[in-house]
C-alpha cells in the first residue's frame, strides 16, 4: 500500500507544476496534503514489511487505502477543470485569472475546504499509529528477488499416477454397455482438473472412443453455449457453418446428429449445479455402446446425482512423503530423491508439509514461496512460525495462497489483485493484461528496459511464483494467455473487495448499485439488464466483459451513461453496439484514459472525433467493426502523441488514417488495413518494435516489387523491429526479403500472407531473418519444395505452412535439418501427396499438426524422430485415417509418440442436417 500512495504524490507533484491561478489559490493546502501523505507513506512502508496484522490495523489500513482515493479524486477532478478551462479559448491564462477572481470563494469554501478536511483525517489517521501499536507487529524477512522456475502450466502432482490407471481402466471396461457418468470429486486444490486432463491425453485411451470433448463449466454459465462447445469439438468445422449454429433444439441436434451412433468420453470440468447436469444429459443418448462422461466436482451430491450407480471418484489427499516429495520438487525446482533431502531442512520440511494438510495446491504455492528463501533454517523456520495456520475446511490453503500474497512487493500485490476482474474461465491476454497495468501506473518506472518490458517482468513474476498460470506461450516464450486458479481468483476477488481495490459485479442486479458503492475500479460480468444511466464519477477502471453469444442491445453495458465516468484510465467493452449511444451518454473529453479495449464492439466511425483521448497509450479493436462503408474510423486531424500500442482487426480490416508523423512513439501496430500508397507515412515510427499491416490494394506483379521498394524505406529506420507482419488478400505479396535492413538480425516473427513475386518463386535462405524464430506463411503459392532452404534456418522454433502456401506434391525434410525446430504446422496443403523425412532431420521436434492435407494418404517415417510428444492430425484422407487405426500401415510410425489425437473425419457423418 506504500507504493499505492506514491502515486497519490505523484498527482499532487503534477498540480503544483502547472503555473495557473487556480493552483495558487490552493497551493498551501496541497503543500501540506503532501506532507502528511509522505508521512503516512513512511508509516505504510513499515506495515506493509509486518506480517501479524489485526483487523484494528486492517480497518486502518482500509482508511488510508479511502483517503489516498479521495485525495486522487480531488486532484483528478481539479485538472479536469484545468484542461477544460484551456481547451476555452488559446488565451486560456487571461481567462482563468478572470474566472478565478470572480469565483474565489467558490473555490475557497470548495476545494480549499475539502483540502483542509483531508489534511485534518491525515493528521488523525498518522496519530493513531501509537494507539494501534504499528510499530510493534514484528517483522518479516526481505524480499529477494524471483529465481526461475518450472514452468506450471500441467504441473506433474506426485500422487496422481495410480488414479489416473485406475480412471483409465474403469473407462476401457467394456462389460458395463450403458453410459456411465464417472465422477471425481474433491475439495478446491485438490488436483481434480490435474488428473482429467491426464486421463483425457493419455494414449491408453487411443482408439477406444470414436470422438471427445473436454468442456469447463463456470458457476455462472450459458446451457445452449456449452452445448455449442462441445457441438464445435465433437465436429469442429460446425463453428464456420453458415448460416450459424442457432439455440433452437440444441441438445436434440447434439444427441441425434452428432453423438448418436458413437462411442464418446465428454469430461465437464468443474460442475456446480445439479441442474446444469439435467440439462445436460438430454444431450449425451445412450446406445449402450459403452460411452463415457467424466465430471469435476467440489460438490458430493452432484456426483450422486449424475450416476447414482457409479461410485464417485473421491480424490485422497497427499501421504506425508507425496508432499515431501512434491514441496521439495517446487521448492528447488527439481526432482529431488529422497536420499538427497537436505538434513538440515528436513525437519521443518515436514512440518511445512503437514501443516498443508496434503492439499496439492498449497504445496505448490508454498513450494513456489520457498523459492524465494535462502535454503537454510533460518529462513524456512520464519516462514514456518509467521503463517498462520488453520486446519479445518480447506482454511489452512486458503491461509497459505493469502502468505503468498503478502509476500508479494506491492506493485505485484496490485498486479494480482487486477486478476479479480476477469470472469471465470475468462481467456486472459498476456499482452493486454499488461498494458492495463501500465496505464493504471503499476509498473515500476525505474529499471532496465521498456516499461513494456518491465510490465512483462511482472507477469513473469506471478508465474513463476505459481500464482498464474501460462496456459498458451507467444512466439517468443512469453505468456500469450494465461489463467488463474479458482481459490487464487477467489483470494484476489475477496482480497480486492476488502483493500477497496476491484469491486467486482457477479450477479445481474448488482451492477445498479454502482454509483451508491463508489468503487475506485469495476468490473461487469455478466451484468444484465442494466439500468439506463448508471454511472460512477470516482471509477479509475471499468472493465465489462459481456463474453459468449450476448446480443448487443441486452448486454446492459451500452445503458450506461459513459459521460458520468470522468476519472477513468482502463475502459474496456465486449459486444456493445457503441452507435446507439445517445449524446448524453458521450463524454466530452477523457483525459486520463490510458488503455482503451473495444473487443467484438459495434463502433462509430467519428468515435475518436466525440471522445477527446489526449493521453491514451492502447487501443485494442479486436474482433471490432465500424459503422462505414470502408469500416475506416474517422481520424482526420486526431493527434494522440503518446500513443504506443495499436491493435486492429485481422478479420474485418479496420483502417486508422492517423497522422502517422505525429505519433512517433508507437512501438505496435498489429493488423491495420493501409492503402499501399500510405506505407511511406509509417516512416516516421521509428520505434516500432512490432509492426503488421494489411495491404487492401491489389498489386500486380510489377507493382508488387516496386511497392516493397518504398516499405524498405519505412522499415530501414525501424532498428528496433521484432515481429513483422505483412498481409493482403488481393494480389501479389510486397516482399522481398530483409537481408538489406538494419533489422534483420532481431527480426524473430515473420508472419507474410499473399503470393510471392513470380520472380523469386522458391525464396533464398538469405532473404529471412539471420535469428528467425517463427515463420508463417499463407497463400505464398510456392511451386517448389520449400524445406531445402527453409531447413537452414538455424534459429527457426515454429514453422507454419498454411493455406496454399506451397502447391507442389512433395516435402522432403534432409539430414540435419531444422536443427531447433520444435513445432511444425501443415495446413490446407491441397496437392501433398509425399512427405520424406531422412534420418536426423528436426532432432527436437516435439509437436506436429497436420490439417485438411486431402491428398496426404501416407504418414512419412515419424518414427525417425523420436523427440515427438504430440501428433495431431485433422480432416485427414480416409487412407490416412485407416493407416493410423490399430491395425493400419502407419501405426508403426507413431507408437513412441505419447499423444496422438485424429479428428474430424467420419465416414458416415451425414453434411446436412436439420
Known amino acids: 500500500m506504500a507504493e499505492a500512495v506514491a502515486s497519490v504524490l505523484e498527482k499532487l507533484a503534477v498540480v503544483l507544476l502547472e503555473k495557473v491561478q487556480e493552483v495558487q489559490a490552493v497551493r498551501g493546502q496541497i503543500e501540506q496534503v503532501q506532507k502528511e501523505v509522505r508521512l503516512i507513506q513512511a508509516l505504510l ?55 478565478v477572481k470572480r469565483n ?19 493528521n488523525r489517521l498518522y496519530q493513531r499509529r501509537t494507539d494501534l501499536r504499528i510499530e510493534d507487529l514484528g517483522a518479516i524477512d526481505d524480499v529477494d528477488d524471483p529465481e526461475a522456475c518450472d514452468d506450471v502450466d500441467d504441473p506433474e502432482v506426485v500422487g496422481l499416477e495410480d488414479d489416473q490407471a485406475k480412471i483409465i481402466e474403469q473407462l476401457k471396461d467394456r462389460s458395463i454397455s450403458r453410459c456411465t457418468v464417472l465422477s471425481i470429486v474433491g475439495t478446491g486444490g485438490l488436483g481434480k482438473t490435474t488428473l482429467a486432463q491426464k486421463v483425457y491425453n493419455s494414449d491408453k485411451l487411443e482408439g477406444q472412443f470414436d470422438c471427445r470433448a473436454w468442456q469447463s463449466i463456470s458457476q455462472t454459465y450459458n446451457l445452449n453455449e456449452l452445448l455449442r462447445e462441445i457441438l464445435y469439438k465433437v465436429k469442429p468445422q460446425m463453428k464456420n457453418k453458415n448460416p450459424p449454429v442457432t439455440d433452437r433444439d440444441l441438445s436434440v441436434k447434439l444427441k441425434k446428429y452428432f453423438l448418436s451412433g458413437k462411442r464418446y468420453l465428454i469430461i465437464l470440468d468443474d460442475v456446480w449445479d445439479i441442474d446444469l447436469w439435467e440439462e445436460m444429459k438430454r444431450a449425451l443418448p445412450d446406445m449402450y455402446n459403452a460411452s463415457r462422461v467424466i465430471i469435476t466436482t467440489r460438490m458430493l451430491d452432484v456426483a450422486k446425482a449424475a450416476d447414482c450407480n457409479t461410485k464417485p471418484y473421491q480424490l485422497r489427499y497427499l501421504s506425508d512423503d507425496e508432499g515431501l516429495a512434491l514441496l521439495f520438487k517446487k521448492a528447488f525446482q527439481q526432482h529431488v530423491q529422497p536420499e538427497k533431502y537436505p538434513t538440515h531442512l528436513l525437519d521443518l520440511a515436514k512440518r511445512l508439509t503437514k501443516k498443508c494438510g496434503g492439499l496439492p495446491l498449497a504445496l505448490i504455492v508454498l513450494g513456489g514461496i520457498l523459492t524465494r528463501r535462502d535454503r537454510n533454517y533460518t529462513a524456512w523456520n520464519t516462514l514456518y512460525e509467521t503463517i498462520d495456520w488453520h486446519d479445518k475446511d480447506g482454511i489452512h490453503c486458503s491461509q497459505v495462497l493469502a502468505r503468498s500474497y503478502e509476500d508479494l512487493p506491492q506493485h505485484l500485490k496490485d498486479c494480482f489483485l487486477y486478476f479479480a476482474a476477469f470472469p471465470e474461465d475468462y481467456e486472459i491476454s498476456g499482452v493486454h493484461v499488461t498494458r492495463m497495468w501500465m496505464a493504471e501506473g503499476f509498473v515500476p518506472k525505474n529499471g532496465a528496459g521498456t516499461i513494456e518490458d518491465r510490465a512483462e517482468k511482472c507477469l513473469e513474476e506471478l508465474v513463476q511464483r505459481c500464482l498464474i498460470q501460462v ?20 483470494l484476489a476477488i475477496r482480497k480486492a473487495k476488502d483493500e477497496n481495490f476491484f469491486t467486482v459485479f457477479l450477479k445481474e442486479n448488482d451492477v445498479n448499485n454502482l454509483a451508491a458503492s463508489k468503487p475506485c475500479r469495476a468490473a461487469l460480468q455478466f451484468c444484465t439488464p442494466t439500468e439506463d444511466g448508471i454511472y460512477s464519477e470516482n471509477t479509475r477502471s471499468l472493465l465489462c466483459f459481456g463474453f459468449g453469444r450476448i446480443s448487443f442491445n441486452n448486454s446492459g453495458f451500452g445503458l450506461l451513461n459513459y459521460s458520468g465516468f470522468g476519472l477513468l484510465q482502463v475502459l474496456t467493452l465486449e459486444r456493445v453496439n457503441m452507435t446507439t449511444f445517445t449524446r448524453r451518454q458521450w463524454l466530452k473529453g477523457l483525459i486520463h484514459l490510458r488503455y482503451l479495449g473495444l473487443r467484438d464492439c459495434f463502433i462509430p466511425h467519428d468515435i475518436f472525433k466525440q471522445f477527446s483521448f489526449p493521453n491514451l497509450e492502447t487501443i485494442d479493436l479486436y474482433r471490432s467493426k465500424v459503422d462505414s462503408a470502408e469500416n475506416t474510423l474517422d481520424l482526420c486531424d486526431v493527434v494522440i502523441p503518446t500513443l504506443r500500442h495499436v491493435y486492429a482487426n485481422n478479420y474485418s480490416e479496420i483502417h486508422l488514417p492517423l497522422e502517422w508523423d505525429k505519433h512517433t512513439n508507437l512501438q505496435t501496430i498489429m493488423d491495420v488495413a493501409i492503402h499501399i500508397e500510405s506505407v511511406v507515412e509509417l516512416g516516421f515510427c521509428i520505434n516500432l518494435r512490432k509492426f503488421g499491416i494489411i495491404i487492401v490494394d491489389k498489386l500486380d506483379n510489377g507493382r508488387a516489387i516496386k511497392e516493397w521498394q518504398n516499405l524498405k524505406s519505412v522499415l530501414k529506420n525501424t532498428v528496433q523491429l521484432v515481429y513483422l507482419s505483412i498481409k493482403t488478400r488481393r494480389g501479389f505479396l510486397p516482399f522481398g526479403g530483409t537481408k538489406e535492413l538494419p533489422c534483420h538480425e532481431k527480426i524473430q516473427k515473420l508472419n507474410l500472407k499473399g503470393k510471392w513475386e513470380r520472380n523469386i518463386c522458391v525464396p533464398s535462405v538469405e532473404m529471412f531473418p539471420t535469428n528467425l524464430t517463427k515463420l508463417q506463411l499463407n497463400y505464398s503459392g510456392l511451386q517448389e519444395d520449400p524445406m531445402p532452404i527453409l531447413e537452414r534456418l538455424q534459429s527457426l522454433r515454429i514453422l507454419h505452412l498454411n493455406d496454399g502456401s506451397y502447391v507442389g506434391t512433395k516435402l522432403i525434410c534432409s539430414t540435419g535439418g531444422f536443427p531447433n525446430l520444435e513445432k511444425l504446422k501443415l495446413y490446407a496443403l491441397h496437392e501433398l501427396h509425399h512427405w520424406d523425412i531422412k534420418e536426423g532431420a528436426m532432432p527436437i521436434l516435439h509437436y506436429i499438426k497436420i490439417y485438411y492435407c486431402k491428398k496426404l494418404h501416407v504418414l512419412p517415417d515419424l518414427q525417425k524422430v523420436q523427440t515427438l510428444q504430440e501428433l495431431t492430425v485433422d480432416d485427414p484422407s480416409r487412407e490416412l485415417w485407416e493407416g493410423m487405426q490399430m491395425q493400419g500401415k502407419d501405426v508403426h510410425k507413431i507408437k513412441h509418440i505419447p499423444y496422438v489425437r485424429i479428428r474430424d473425419y467420419d465416414p458416415q457423418q451425414e453434411d446436412e442436417w436439420d
Open 45 to 99: 512502508r513499515d506495515v506493509d514489511s509486518k506480517c501479524n496484522r489485526n483487523n484494528v490495523v486492517t480497518e486502518w489500513l482500509n482508511q488510508v487505502s479511502e483517503i489516498a482515493n479521495r485525495i486522487a479524486t480531488v486532484i483528478d477532478t481539479f485538472q479536469d477543470k484545468i484542461e477544460e478551462n484551456r481547451a476555452e479559448s488559446s488565451n486560456w491564462v487571461r481567462k482563468i485569472t478572470k474566472a
Open 104 to 122: 474565489y470563494k467558490k473555490y475557497k469554501l470548495g476545494l480549499h475546504d475539502e483540502l483542509e478536511n483531508i489534511i485534518e483525517e491525515l
Open 471 to 490: 496456459t498458451k506461450k507467444s512466439w517468443n516464450g512469453y505468456c500469450r494467455y494465461c489463467s488463474i486458479h479458482d481459490l487464487l481468483r477467489d
